[in-house]
């Protein structure tokens, strides 16, 4: 019993081995907002649970500032805004407790799912108009129609919040004519800044996977919206935002002045970076049965059915030839025996995760958004267990090599043998 304990632990590493190295906890990512007296907003961002940024909207003392810090294991943070104020809470599941201001505050997590949810993250850039001038925004647009703006230029900030409106289009909107506006009442803040537009959190404390989030999709279709927003200094700010392969493209007036910038996405939201099982493969209704969904634009797969390999983990008895089937409804895509026996088996190795054993099988494959099958049987009707597992995965490498090797992998869902255990063909 304790050796079949052990092989059963073996394995499970075995699946994860090429997963990203984090910590195993619950994430917290997301965003967080809550109410300040007189009107005010701030919102947190927590990016992975131990790092997150603040932006603080004091409509009441007139003055935006934002900040940025770590998150102690216990979910406690301090951080000073570029206001020179303190703040110190504590990162629950679900909300933010807070001393801001001298108030104390909850901030909720902002749900997932909303109708500008493709428009959704952080955006920072630097906003240019044609006369040279330039502004540093920080842009947060949560999924339910709200948007968050910071402005910075050297020691001032400028910030408010207001709404989107998604518009059906996903062309470009045009660009606004300058309108006479307010000029805004700068207010100066003291310390705390970077110099370049990003809070405290926003990357000097990321981890690598928060560090990904920027350019999430460059194959996503286009989503386009207006908005409108208040300055805490009383001014209102229109624009236009046209979130497209990754990136946010906008404009705004600000004092009578036209301002574009096109700004990274970061999302609220993690990724899928490892899921696997393993199961018996039988013969007739025994085959093994996998779906998985792709949403937003095309993207390239890697699908593995492993079996011989799985012996040098102790796993007993295996599928001696996996064979692989990949369908859409009814319509068989693609199929693998042995996957060094695919055309594009290169660019399979490419990948760093081909499998190890010449009989286990394996596609690479681009998809296109819909719902897909998985289906593994043994290819001389033979039985035995598989491991399976699904993956996305989009690490930074810095030597060319490794680029190149991995560049598709940033392009979105990764699979290993989309085999549920508890699936299996009924047909």
Not at 44 to 64: E, I, K, P
Not at 102 to 125: D, K
Not at 233 to 252: A, K, N, P, V, W
Not at 346 to 362: G, L, N, Q, R
Request: hydrophobic letters at 35%; one cysteine or more.
């Amino acid at each position: 019993m304790k050796n079949q304990w052990i092989r059963s632990l073996l394995v499970c590493a075995f699946a994860i081995a090429f997963a990203i190295p984090s910590r195993a906890e619950e994430s917290k990512r997301g965003f967080y907002e809550g109410n300040l007296t007189g009107g005010g907003k701030i919102v947190f961002f927590v990016q992975g649970n131990h790092s997150l940024s603040t932006y603080v909207f004091d409509t009441a003392g007139h003055q935006a500032s934002f900040g940025g810090g770590t998150v102690a294991d216990n979910g406690t943070f301090t951080l000073t805004t570029s206001a020179n104020n303190t703040i110190t809470g504590t990162v629950n599941p679900g909300f933010v407790t807070a001393t801001v201001l001298g108030q104390n505050i909850t901030a909720n997590r902002v749900g997932t799912f909303g109708e500008s949810e493709n428009l959704g993250g952080r955006f920072t850039a630097t906003a240019t108009n044609s006369t040279g001038g330039s502004v540093d925004v920080k842009i947060v647009v949560d999924s339910q129609k709200n948007i968050f703006m910071i402005a910075k230029q050297g020691t001032t900030v400028l910030g408010g919040f207001g709404t989107i409106t998604v518009t059906p289009s996903s062309s470009p909107s045009p660009t606004p004519s300058p309108t006479p506006s307010p000029t805004p009442h700068m207010v100066s803040s003291g310390g705390g800044d970077d110099g370049g537009g990003d809070d405290h959190g926003g990357h000097e404390f990321e981890g690598n996977d928060e560090r990904e989030d920027h350019n999430e999709d460059a194959n996503s279709e286009s989503f386009s919206a207006t908005f409108s927003l208040v300055f805490v200094t009383g001014e209102t700010i229109t624009g236009h935002l046209t979130f497209s392969h990754g990136l946010l493209l906008g404009d705004f007036t600000l004092n009578g002045v036209v301002f574009h910038f096109r700004a990274p996405q970061e999302s609220s939201e993690n990724h899928l970076a490892n899921i696997s099982t393993r199961g018996f493969v039988n013969t007739g209704q025994g085959q093994l049965i996998g779906g998985f969904i792709i949403r937003g634009g095309p993207k390239m797969v890697v699908i593995r059915a492993m079996g011989p390999s799985l012996t040098a983990s102790g796993v007993s008895p295996v599928l001696a030839d996996p064979r692989l089937k990949l369908f859409q409804n009814n319509t068989l895509l693609a199929q693998n025996d042995n996957w060094q026996s695919n055309a594009n088996a290169s660019e399979i190795i490419a990948t760093t995760i081909p499998p190890s054993d010449p009989k286990e099988a394996a596609l690479l494959i681009r998809l296109e958004p819909g719902n897909y099958t998985t289906v593994v049987d043994g290819a001389d009707n033979g039985t035995g267990i598989c491991l399976s597992g699904s993956v996305r995965d989009r690490p930074r490498l810095k030597n060319e090599k490794q680029q190149k090797a991995l560049a598709f992998r940033r392009e979105g869902f990764f699979c290993c043998c989309e085999i549920p255990r508890c699936s299996r063909r009924r047909s």
